[in-house]
Protein backbone atom coordinates (compact mmCIF):
# COMPACT_ATOMS: atom_id res chain seq x y z
CA UNK A 1 0.00 0.00 0.00
CA UNK A 2 1.14 3.47 -0.84
CA UNK A 3 1.41 6.02 1.64
CA UNK A 4 -1.90 7.52 -0.33
CA UNK A 5 -3.92 4.73 0.22
CA UNK A 6 -2.84 4.44 4.30
CA UNK A 7 -4.05 7.91 4.96
CA UNK A 8 -6.82 7.64 2.97
CA UNK A 9 -7.86 3.95 4.65
CA UNK A 10 -7.13 6.04 8.25
CA UNK A 11 -9.01 8.90 7.14
CA UNK A 12 -12.43 6.52 8.13
CA UNK A 13 -11.16 6.64 11.77
CA UNK A 14 -10.58 10.65 12.25
CA UNK A 15 -7.13 9.34 13.53
CA UNK A 16 -3.99 11.93 12.66
CA UNK A 17 -0.89 9.73 12.11
CA UNK A 18 2.64 11.08 12.30
CA UNK A 19 4.89 10.23 9.26
CA UNK A 20 6.78 8.16 11.43
CA UNK A 21 3.81 5.66 11.93
CA UNK A 22 3.25 5.75 8.62
CA UNK A 23 6.29 5.51 7.40
CA UNK A 24 6.15 1.47 10.03
CA UNK A 25 2.91 0.55 7.89
CA UNK A 26 4.29 1.17 4.23
CA UNK A 27 7.25 -0.68 5.09
CA UNK A 28 5.14 -3.64 6.27
CA UNK A 29 5.70 -6.47 4.15
CA UNK A 30 1.59 -6.64 3.51
CA UNK A 31 1.22 -3.65 4.74
CA UNK A 32 -2.46 -3.46 3.93
CA UNK A 33 -3.06 -6.43 6.49
CA UNK A 34 -1.12 -4.31 8.86
CA UNK A 35 -3.43 -1.25 8.03
CA UNK A 36 -6.22 -2.93 8.64
CA UNK A 37 -5.08 -4.62 12.23
CA UNK A 38 -4.68 -1.09 12.97
CA UNK A 39 -7.97 -0.48 12.22
CA UNK A 40 -9.46 -3.64 14.36
CA UNK A 41 -7.23 -2.54 17.62
CA UNK A 42 -8.12 1.15 17.42
CA UNK A 43 -11.76 0.35 16.76
CA UNK A 44 -11.67 -1.61 19.79
CA UNK A 45 -9.93 0.76 22.48
CA UNK A 46 -12.24 2.51 24.88
CA UNK A 47 -10.45 5.23 24.65
CA UNK A 48 -9.17 6.10 21.45
CA UNK A 49 -5.52 8.44 21.39
CA UNK A 50 -5.88 11.41 19.01
CA UNK A 51 -2.63 11.16 16.88
CA UNK A 52 -1.03 7.28 15.24
CA UNK A 53 2.31 7.36 16.91
CA UNK A 54 5.05 5.25 15.48
CA UNK A 55 5.02 3.31 19.28
CA UNK A 56 1.62 2.86 19.08
CA UNK A 57 1.97 1.02 15.86
CA UNK A 58 4.70 -1.04 16.61
CA UNK A 59 2.82 -2.10 19.65
CA UNK A 60 -0.22 -3.20 18.00
CA UNK A 61 1.57 -4.87 15.12
CA UNK A 62 3.26 -7.08 17.96
CA UNK A 63 0.01 -8.04 19.93
CA UNK A 64 -1.65 -9.69 16.33
CA UNK A 65 -4.47 -10.89 17.79
CA UNK A 66 -7.82 -11.47 16.98
CA UNK A 67 -10.17 -8.88 18.77
CA UNK A 68 -13.76 -10.17 17.61
CA UNK A 69 -14.23 -13.42 17.70
CA UNK A 70 -17.81 -13.41 15.21
CA UNK A 71 -18.38 -11.29 12.09
CA UNK A 72 -19.66 -8.20 13.50
CA UNK A 73 -23.09 -7.28 13.14
CA UNK A 74 -22.83 -3.79 11.60
CA UNK A 75 -19.53 -2.29 10.86
CA UNK A 76 -18.20 0.06 12.68
CA UNK A 77 -17.25 2.74 10.08
CA UNK A 78 -21.19 2.73 9.75
CA UNK A 79 -22.03 3.37 13.48
CA UNK A 80 -19.26 6.36 13.73
CA UNK A 81 -20.61 8.02 10.71
CA UNK A 82 -24.44 7.55 11.87
CA UNK A 83 -22.97 8.67 15.36
CA UNK A 84 -21.46 11.79 13.55
CA UNK A 85 -24.65 12.47 11.13
CA UNK A 86 -26.92 12.18 14.08
CA UNK A 87 -24.99 14.86 16.45
CA UNK A 88 -24.90 17.40 13.40
CA UNK A 89 -28.51 16.81 12.35
CA UNK A 90 -31.42 17.95 14.02
CA UNK A 91 -32.58 14.98 16.42
CA UNK A 92 -29.18 15.29 18.30
CA UNK A 93 -30.69 15.19 21.72
CA UNK A 94 -31.69 11.70 21.42
CA UNK A 95 -28.13 10.62 21.02
CA UNK A 96 -26.78 12.77 23.73
CA UNK A 97 -29.53 11.27 26.33
CA UNK A 98 -28.16 7.79 25.38
CA UNK A 99 -24.83 9.37 25.94
CA UNK A 100 -25.48 10.62 29.66
CA UNK A 101 -28.02 8.30 30.62
CA UNK A 102 -26.23 4.70 30.85
CA UNK A 103 -28.53 2.11 31.58
CA UNK A 104 -26.94 -1.46 32.30
CA UNK A 105 -28.96 -3.99 30.89
CA UNK A 106 -27.78 -6.42 33.46
CA UNK A 107 -29.16 -4.23 36.55
CA UNK A 108 -32.79 -5.84 35.62
CA UNK A 109 -31.24 -8.86 35.91
CA UNK A 110 -31.05 -11.30 38.73
CA UNK A 111 -27.80 -13.16 39.56
CA UNK A 112 -27.78 -16.99 38.96
CA UNK A 113 -24.58 -18.25 39.47
CA UNK A 114 -23.97 -21.45 41.84
CA UNK A 115 -20.49 -22.72 42.50
CA UNK A 116 -20.30 -26.21 41.55
CA UNK A 117 -17.15 -27.80 43.07
CA UNK A 118 -13.84 -26.34 44.51
CA UNK A 119 -11.75 -26.39 47.70
CA UNK A 120 -12.41 -23.73 49.88
CA UNK A 121 -13.64 -25.35 53.21
CA UNK A 122 -12.72 -29.45 52.21
CA UNK A 123 -9.22 -29.38 52.61
CA UNK A 124 -8.08 -32.47 54.22
CA UNK A 125 -4.51 -32.58 53.34
CA UNK A 126 -2.55 -33.34 56.34
CA UNK A 127 0.73 -33.71 54.24
CA UNK A 128 1.60 -37.39 54.53
CA UNK A 129 2.76 -39.29 52.24
CA UNK A 130 -0.07 -41.61 52.28
CA UNK A 131 -2.40 -38.70 51.39
CA UNK A 132 -0.27 -38.65 48.04
CA UNK A 133 -0.90 -42.38 47.61
CA UNK A 134 -4.66 -41.35 47.99
CA UNK A 135 -4.99 -38.38 45.67
CA UNK A 136 -2.99 -40.64 42.92
CA UNK A 137 -5.74 -43.38 43.33
CA UNK A 138 -8.23 -40.96 43.02
CA UNK A 139 -6.72 -39.30 40.28
CA UNK A 140 -6.64 -42.89 38.53
CA UNK A 141 -9.72 -43.88 39.15
CA UNK A 142 -11.94 -40.49 37.76
CA UNK A 143 -9.18 -40.65 34.58
CA UNK A 144 -9.41 -44.48 33.46
CA UNK A 145 -12.97 -44.34 34.15
CA UNK A 146 -13.28 -41.44 31.58
CA UNK A 147 -11.03 -43.44 29.65
CA UNK A 148 -12.78 -47.09 29.38
CA UNK A 149 -16.14 -45.08 28.21
CA UNK A 150 -14.06 -43.83 24.93
CA UNK A 151 -14.80 -47.13 22.58
CA UNK A 152 -11.16 -47.67 21.81
CA UNK A 153 -10.28 -48.25 25.60
CA UNK A 154 -14.03 -50.44 26.24
CA UNK A 155 -11.88 -53.58 26.46
CA UNK A 156 -8.48 -52.44 28.43
CA UNK A 157 -7.31 -55.03 31.02
CA UNK A 158 -5.75 -54.67 34.04
CA UNK A 159 -1.59 -54.80 33.90
CA UNK A 160 -1.61 -58.11 35.99
CA UNK A 161 -3.67 -59.94 33.59
CA UNK A 162 -1.22 -59.69 30.80
CA UNK A 163 0.71 -62.84 31.84
CA UNK A 164 -2.59 -64.77 30.58
CA UNK A 165 -2.23 -63.50 27.05
CA UNK A 166 0.10 -64.92 24.41
CA UNK A 167 3.09 -63.12 22.87
CA UNK A 168 1.84 -61.25 19.86
CA UNK A 169 -1.64 -60.63 20.97
CA UNK A 170 -3.11 -57.20 20.55
CA UNK A 171 -4.18 -55.75 23.99
CA UNK A 172 -4.88 -52.42 25.88
CA UNK A 173 -3.99 -51.02 29.12
CA UNK A 174 -4.96 -47.59 31.04
CA UNK A 175 -2.05 -46.57 33.15
CA UNK A 176 -0.93 -44.07 35.32
CA UNK A 177 2.77 -42.78 33.71
CA UNK A 178 5.11 -43.34 36.81
CA UNK A 179 7.83 -42.64 34.41
CA UNK A 180 9.24 -41.59 31.26
CA UNK A 181 12.27 -42.31 29.35
CA UNK A 182 14.62 -42.04 26.08
CA UNK A 183 17.26 -44.85 25.61
CA UNK A 184 20.29 -44.34 23.89
CA UNK A 185 18.95 -45.05 20.67
CA UNK A 186 16.20 -42.84 20.70
CA UNK A 187 13.25 -44.43 21.34
CA UNK A 188 10.87 -43.74 24.26
CA UNK A 189 10.01 -46.23 27.13
CA UNK A 190 7.03 -45.51 29.15
CA UNK A 191 6.85 -47.29 32.70
CA UNK A 192 2.43 -47.78 33.61
CA UNK A 193 0.88 -48.82 36.79
CA UNK A 194 -2.59 -49.24 37.58
CA UNK A 195 -3.94 -50.62 40.55
CA UNK A 196 -3.13 -54.18 39.70
CA UNK A 197 0.50 -53.68 38.64
CA UNK A 198 3.22 -52.23 36.43
CA UNK A 199 4.45 -53.06 32.58
CA UNK A 200 6.67 -51.08 30.30
CA UNK A 201 5.42 -49.73 26.97
CA UNK A 202 7.88 -48.84 24.04
CA UNK A 203 7.63 -46.60 21.58
CA UNK A 204 10.30 -47.15 18.56
CA UNK A 205 11.68 -44.23 16.90
CA UNK A 206 10.63 -45.24 13.28
CA UNK A 207 6.97 -44.46 14.11
CA UNK A 208 7.12 -41.18 13.19
CA UNK A 209 3.41 -39.94 14.10
CA UNK A 210 3.48 -42.61 17.45
CA UNK A 211 6.74 -40.65 18.43
CA UNK A 212 5.12 -37.07 18.10
CA UNK A 213 2.24 -38.46 20.45
CA UNK A 214 4.76 -40.03 22.92
CA UNK A 215 6.43 -36.56 22.58
CA UNK A 216 3.40 -35.24 24.24
CA UNK A 217 2.89 -37.79 27.32
CA UNK A 218 4.01 -36.40 30.61
CA UNK A 219 4.74 -37.97 33.76
CA UNK A 220 1.78 -38.80 36.64
CA UNK A 221 -1.14 -38.60 34.06
CA UNK A 222 -3.04 -41.07 33.27
CA UNK A 223 -3.31 -42.52 29.14
CA UNK A 224 -4.54 -45.70 27.79
CA UNK A 225 -2.06 -47.24 25.58
CA UNK A 226 -3.44 -49.85 22.26
CA UNK A 227 -0.14 -52.32 22.16
CA UNK A 228 1.35 -55.76 20.88
CA UNK A 229 2.40 -57.96 23.55
CA UNK A 230 6.12 -59.32 23.71
CA UNK A 231 6.71 -62.09 25.96
CA UNK A 232 10.16 -62.66 26.56
CA UNK A 233 12.42 -64.59 29.73
CA UNK A 234 11.52 -61.08 31.39
CA UNK A 235 8.52 -59.24 32.29
CA UNK A 236 5.77 -58.74 29.14
CA UNK A 237 6.48 -55.34 26.94
CA UNK A 238 3.90 -53.30 25.08
CA UNK A 239 5.15 -52.29 21.48
CA UNK A 240 2.92 -49.13 22.08
CA UNK A 241 0.78 -49.52 18.68
CA UNK A 242 -1.59 -45.72 19.74
CA UNK A 243 -1.41 -43.76 22.48
CA UNK A 244 -5.01 -42.70 23.68
CA UNK A 245 -5.76 -39.33 25.90
CA UNK A 246 -9.15 -39.29 27.59
CA UNK A 247 -10.39 -35.77 25.65
CA UNK A 248 -13.49 -34.18 25.04
CA UNK A 249 -16.40 -36.16 23.91
CA UNK A 250 -17.32 -34.36 20.38
CA UNK A 251 -20.13 -33.20 19.57
CA UNK A 252 -21.49 -31.91 22.10
CA UNK A 253 -24.13 -28.87 22.93
CA UNK A 254 -22.65 -25.78 24.71
CA UNK A 255 -24.60 -24.27 27.36
CA UNK A 256 -26.25 -20.85 26.87
CA UNK A 257 -28.20 -18.38 28.77
CA UNK A 258 -30.96 -17.18 28.49
CA UNK A 259 -30.71 -13.73 29.67
CA UNK A 260 -28.57 -11.20 27.81
CA UNK A 261 -25.78 -11.13 30.16
CA UNK A 262 -22.14 -11.08 29.73
CA UNK A 263 -18.87 -12.16 31.68
CA UNK A 264 -15.83 -9.72 31.47
CA UNK A 265 -13.01 -11.83 31.74
CA UNK A 266 -9.74 -10.64 33.71
CA UNK A 267 -6.68 -12.12 35.44
CA UNK A 268 -3.43 -10.98 36.65
CA UNK A 269 -3.98 -7.38 38.05
CA UNK A 270 -0.96 -7.68 40.24
CA UNK A 271 -2.32 -4.80 42.02
CA UNK A 272 0.79 -3.28 44.52
CA UNK A 273 3.59 -3.90 41.67
CA UNK A 274 5.10 -0.59 40.04
CA UNK A 275 4.12 -2.58 36.75
CA UNK A 276 0.62 -2.47 37.55
CA UNK A 277 -1.12 0.06 34.77
CA UNK A 278 -3.67 1.42 37.27
CA UNK A 279 -4.84 3.87 34.04
CA UNK A 280 -5.33 1.11 31.86
CA UNK A 281 -7.11 -0.48 34.56
CA UNK A 282 -9.14 2.96 35.38
CA UNK A 283 -10.29 2.83 31.90
CA UNK A 284 -11.98 -0.23 32.35
CA UNK A 285 -14.14 0.66 35.19
CA UNK A 286 -15.08 3.84 33.49
CA UNK A 287 -16.10 1.75 30.60
CA UNK A 288 -18.25 -0.51 33.12
CA UNK A 289 -19.83 2.25 34.81
CA UNK A 290 -20.75 3.32 30.49
CA UNK A 291 -18.25 6.60 30.71
CA UNK A 292 -15.71 5.58 28.20
CA UNK A 293 -16.60 3.81 24.83
CA UNK A 294 -18.02 3.91 21.38
CA UNK A 295 -22.10 3.16 21.25
CA UNK A 296 -21.86 -0.41 20.66
CA UNK A 297 -19.09 -0.47 23.34
CA UNK A 298 -20.98 0.81 25.86
CA UNK A 299 -23.97 -1.30 25.30
CA UNK A 300 -21.62 -4.35 25.78
CA UNK A 301 -20.53 -2.67 29.45
CA UNK A 302 -24.43 -2.33 29.90
CA UNK A 303 -24.84 -6.30 29.65
CA UNK A 304 -21.92 -7.30 31.64
CA UNK A 305 -23.12 -8.88 34.96
CA UNK A 306 -20.42 -10.52 36.10
CA UNK A 307 -16.33 -10.26 36.16
CA UNK A 308 -14.12 -12.96 36.96
CA UNK A 309 -10.64 -12.83 38.03
CA UNK A 310 -9.09 -16.39 37.76
CA UNK A 311 -5.91 -15.32 40.16
CA UNK A 312 -2.82 -12.74 40.56
CA UNK A 313 -5.25 -10.33 42.35
CA UNK A 314 -2.15 -8.87 43.64
CA UNK A 315 1.41 -9.19 43.24
CA UNK A 316 2.26 -10.07 46.69
CA UNK A 317 5.61 -10.47 48.64
CA UNK A 318 8.34 -12.02 47.94
CA UNK A 319 7.10 -14.18 44.77
CA UNK A 320 10.09 -13.70 42.65
CA UNK A 321 14.04 -12.81 43.07
CA UNK A 322 14.63 -9.14 43.88
CA UNK A 323 10.23 -8.67 43.90
CA UNK A 324 10.80 -5.67 46.72
CA UNK A 325 12.69 -3.27 44.15
CA UNK A 326 9.83 -3.07 41.90
CA UNK A 327 6.85 -2.92 44.40
CA UNK A 328 5.24 -0.28 45.09
CA UNK A 329 2.89 -1.52 48.16
CA UNK A 330 5.16 -3.61 50.20
CA UNK A 331 2.49 -4.84 52.64
CA UNK A 332 0.08 -7.86 51.53
CA UNK A 333 -2.46 -6.40 53.29
CA UNK A 334 -2.26 -2.74 51.77
CA UNK A 335 -2.01 -4.41 48.30
CA UNK A 336 -5.70 -5.81 48.83
CA UNK A 337 -6.71 -2.42 50.11
CA UNK A 338 -5.87 -1.45 47.07
CA UNK A 339 -6.96 -3.82 45.24
CA UNK A 340 -10.49 -3.31 46.95
CA UNK A 341 -10.61 0.06 46.23
CA UNK A 342 -10.45 -0.48 42.74
CA UNK A 343 -12.76 -3.16 42.28
CA UNK A 344 -15.05 -1.02 44.79
CA UNK A 345 -15.64 1.57 41.75
CA UNK A 346 -17.18 -1.38 40.00
CA UNK A 347 -20.82 -0.78 39.65
CA UNK A 348 -23.08 -2.70 42.15
CA UNK A 349 -25.18 -4.89 40.20
CA UNK A 350 -21.88 -7.04 38.58
CA UNK A 351 -20.90 -10.24 40.83
CA UNK A 352 -17.21 -10.74 41.34
CA UNK A 353 -15.69 -13.89 40.82
CA UNK A 354 -12.47 -13.97 42.65
CA UNK A 355 -10.14 -17.13 42.65
CA UNK A 356 -6.38 -16.84 43.86
CA UNK A 357 -3.38 -17.22 41.82
CA UNK A 358 0.17 -18.14 42.76
CA UNK A 359 1.28 -14.49 43.71
CA UNK A 360 -1.74 -13.88 45.85
CA UNK A 361 -1.79 -14.69 50.12
CA UNK A 362 -3.28 -18.27 49.97
CA UNK A 363 -0.87 -21.51 50.72
CA UNK A 364 0.67 -21.66 47.56
CA UNK A 365 -0.35 -25.74 46.34
CA UNK A 366 -3.29 -27.00 44.33
CA UNK A 367 -6.02 -26.55 45.13
CA UNK A 368 -5.69 -23.27 46.35
CA UNK A 369 -8.40 -22.18 48.50
CA UNK A 370 -10.26 -18.68 48.35
CA UNK A 371 -8.63 -15.85 49.79
CA UNK A 372 -8.92 -16.20 53.62
CA UNK A 373 -11.38 -13.05 55.52
CA UNK A 374 -8.27 -12.26 57.43
CA UNK A 375 -6.34 -11.81 54.98
CA UNK A 376 -8.84 -9.36 52.70
CA UNK A 377 -12.35 -9.20 54.76
CA UNK A 378 -12.83 -5.94 52.30
CA UNK A 379 -13.01 -8.12 49.32
CA UNK A 380 -16.08 -10.12 50.78
CA UNK A 381 -17.97 -6.51 51.70
CA UNK A 382 -18.30 -5.97 47.81
CA UNK A 383 -20.73 -7.95 45.78
CA UNK A 384 -18.63 -11.07 45.61
CA UNK A 385 -17.90 -14.34 45.68
CA UNK A 386 -14.86 -15.38 46.55
CA UNK A 387 -13.39 -19.10 44.98
CA UNK A 388 -11.09 -21.29 45.62
CA UNK A 389 -8.55 -22.58 42.70
CA UNK A 390 -9.59 -24.20 40.25
CA UNK A 391 -13.14 -23.23 40.67
CA UNK A 392 -16.49 -24.93 38.95
CA UNK A 393 -19.30 -22.62 38.55
CA UNK A 394 -22.38 -22.22 37.01
CA UNK A 395 -23.44 -18.82 35.65
CA UNK A 396 -26.87 -18.70 34.36
CA UNK A 397 -26.69 -22.45 32.86
CA UNK A 398 -22.81 -21.67 31.51
CA UNK A 399 -20.40 -23.70 32.90
CA UNK A 400 -17.11 -22.41 33.91
CA UNK A 401 -13.81 -23.74 34.97
CA UNK A 402 -11.46 -21.23 36.45
CA UNK A 403 -7.90 -21.97 36.55
CA UNK A 404 -5.11 -19.82 37.39
CA UNK A 405 -2.49 -21.16 35.20
CA UNK A 406 0.68 -22.20 37.70
CA UNK A 407 0.85 -25.65 35.52
CA UNK A 408 1.69 -24.21 32.04
CA UNK A 409 5.17 -23.26 33.43
CA UNK A 410 5.09 -27.49 33.86
CA UNK A 411 3.17 -28.21 30.66
CA UNK A 412 5.45 -25.30 28.30
CA UNK A 413 8.96 -27.00 30.05
CA UNK A 414 7.71 -30.44 28.96
CA UNK A 415 5.77 -30.62 25.98
CA UNK A 416 7.58 -29.87 22.56
CA UNK A 417 5.19 -27.20 20.83
CA UNK A 418 3.77 -25.68 23.70
CA UNK A 419 5.31 -21.75 24.29
CA UNK A 420 4.24 -19.04 26.41
CA UNK A 421 3.04 -16.86 23.25
CA UNK A 422 0.13 -19.18 22.91
CA UNK A 423 -1.52 -19.98 26.04
CA UNK A 424 -4.99 -21.51 24.39
CA UNK A 425 -2.49 -24.55 22.98
CA UNK A 426 -1.45 -25.50 26.49
CA UNK A 427 -5.37 -25.13 27.46
CA UNK A 428 -6.46 -27.37 24.75
CA UNK A 429 -3.44 -29.80 26.04
CA UNK A 430 -5.08 -29.66 29.60
CA UNK A 431 -8.47 -30.62 28.08
CA UNK A 432 -7.18 -33.38 26.47
CA UNK A 433 -5.62 -34.97 29.13
CA UNK A 434 -8.68 -33.98 31.49
CA UNK A 435 -6.16 -32.30 33.71
CA UNK A 436 -5.15 -29.29 35.07
CA UNK A 437 -1.80 -29.60 36.39
CA UNK A 438 -1.17 -33.46 35.55
CA UNK A 439 2.68 -33.50 36.28
CA UNK A 440 3.80 -34.16 39.88
CA UNK A 441 7.03 -32.41 41.38
CA UNK A 442 7.15 -29.32 38.87
CA UNK A 443 7.23 -25.88 39.71
CA UNK A 444 3.05 -26.27 40.40
CA UNK A 445 3.25 -27.81 43.89
CA UNK A 446 0.24 -29.96 44.55
CA UNK A 447 -1.72 -30.35 47.77
CA UNK A 448 -2.13 -34.07 48.81
CA UNK A 449 -6.05 -34.03 48.92
CA UNK A 450 -7.46 -37.51 49.28
CA UNK A 451 -9.80 -36.24 45.88
CA UNK A 452 -7.79 -34.89 42.80
CA UNK A 453 -9.58 -31.57 42.36
CA UNK A 454 -7.35 -31.06 39.02
CA UNK A 455 -9.03 -33.31 37.29
CA UNK A 456 -11.49 -31.53 34.42
CA UNK A 457 -14.10 -34.34 35.33
CA UNK A 458 -17.03 -31.98 34.01
CA UNK A 459 -16.35 -30.56 30.41
CA UNK A 460 -16.68 -27.20 30.36
CA UNK A 461 -18.44 -24.82 28.87
CA UNK A 462 -15.94 -21.70 29.27
CA UNK A 463 -12.22 -22.47 30.07
CA UNK A 464 -11.01 -19.63 31.67
CA UNK A 465 -7.25 -19.41 32.43
CA UNK A 466 -4.55 -16.61 33.46
CA UNK A 467 -0.96 -16.69 34.77
CA UNK A 468 0.59 -16.15 31.21
CA UNK A 469 0.23 -12.50 30.81
CA UNK A 470 -0.71 -13.00 27.57
CA UNK A 471 -4.30 -12.56 25.48
CA UNK A 472 -5.67 -15.45 24.03
CA UNK A 473 -8.63 -17.29 22.44
CA UNK A 474 -9.88 -20.25 21.16
CA UNK A 475 -12.61 -22.94 20.57
CA UNK A 476 -12.05 -25.79 20.95
CA UNK A 477 -14.84 -28.31 20.42
CA UNK A 478 -17.56 -25.84 21.26
CA UNK A 479 -15.48 -25.13 24.52
CA UNK A 480 -14.63 -21.69 24.57
CA UNK A 481 -10.64 -21.53 25.64
CA UNK A 482 -9.30 -17.81 26.94
CA UNK A 483 -6.75 -16.60 28.25
CA UNK A 484 -7.28 -13.33 30.05
CA UNK A 485 -4.00 -11.87 30.16
CA UNK A 486 -2.96 -9.55 32.09
CA UNK A 487 -2.95 -5.59 33.42
CA UNK A 488 1.19 -5.70 34.72
CA UNK A 489 3.61 -3.99 32.26
CA UNK A 490 6.59 -6.58 31.69
CA UNK A 491 8.64 -7.20 35.14
CA UNK A 492 12.03 -7.97 35.18
CA UNK A 493 11.42 -11.35 36.24
CA UNK A 494 9.51 -11.59 33.00
CA UNK A 495 11.93 -10.21 30.78
CA UNK A 496 14.62 -13.02 32.06
CA UNK A 497 11.53 -15.51 30.56
CA UNK A 498 11.35 -13.91 28.09
CA UNK A 499 7.78 -13.29 28.00
CA UNK A 500 6.11 -10.78 26.39
CA UNK A 501 2.82 -9.24 28.02
CA UNK A 502 -0.35 -8.33 26.17
CA UNK A 503 -1.44 -5.70 28.82
CA UNK A 504 -4.66 -4.27 29.31
CA UNK A 505 -6.98 -6.49 27.03
CA UNK A 506 -10.28 -7.75 28.51
CA UNK A 507 -12.00 -10.75 27.00
CA UNK A 508 -15.91 -9.86 27.17
CA UNK A 509 -18.32 -13.25 26.64
CA UNK A 510 -21.36 -13.09 25.56
CA UNK A 511 -23.08 -16.00 28.03
CA UNK A 512 -26.05 -16.06 25.64
CA UNK A 513 -24.59 -16.44 22.21
CA UNK A 514 -21.15 -17.91 23.90
CA UNK A 515 -19.27 -15.30 21.80
CA UNK A 516 -16.53 -13.41 22.80
CA UNK A 517 -14.95 -10.34 21.92
CA UNK A 518 -11.69 -8.29 23.24
CA UNK A 519 -11.92 -4.56 24.32
CA UNK A 520 -8.37 -2.96 24.60
CA UNK A 521 -8.01 -0.75 27.76
CA UNK A 522 -4.23 0.31 27.29
FE1 LIG B 1 0.40 -13.26 37.17
ZN1 LIG C 1 0.47 -16.34 38.09
Given amino acids: MDEVSIIRRLMDTDIHITPGALDTLRKQTDSQSAVERVLTYLREMVDKPPVLTEGLV ?16 SSYLAIERQETAVVEGPTRTVPELVHLKFKPQAADVEPRIEL ?14 KDFVKLFKDRYDRLSNMLRKRVDLHEAVPISSLTAYDDGDAVRVIGIVADKRETRSGHIVLELEDLSGRATAWIFKGRRELMRKAAEVVTDEVIGIEAMLRKGDAAPRLIAIDIIWPDVPTPREPSCAADPVCAALL ?3 HVGS ?3 LEDAFMKFLKWLRGEVGNPEQRELAGRVKYVVIAGDLVDGVGVYPQQEEELLIHD ?18 ITLIIAPGNH ?11 LPRDVTSALYDLN ?20 HGRSFDDLVAMVPGLNREKPTSSMIKMLQKRHLAPIYGGRTAIAPEDKDYLVIEDVPDVFHCGHMHVYGYEKYRDITVVNSGTFQEMTSYMKRLGVKPTPGIVPIIDLQTGQTRAIYFA
Avoid at 116 to 129: A, F, N, Q, R, V
Avoid at 360 to 370: L, M, N, T
Avoid at 392 to 403: A, M, N, S
Fill in 58 to 73: TKILEVDIETRHQPPS
Fill in 116 to 129: LKDITGHSYSEGEL
Fill in 267 to 269: SDL
Fill in 274 to 276: EMF
Fill in 332 to 349: IFRQYEAATELLAQIPDH
Fill in 360 to 370: DAVRPSEPQPA
Fill in 384 to 403: SLMVGNPAWLLIHGVRFLVY
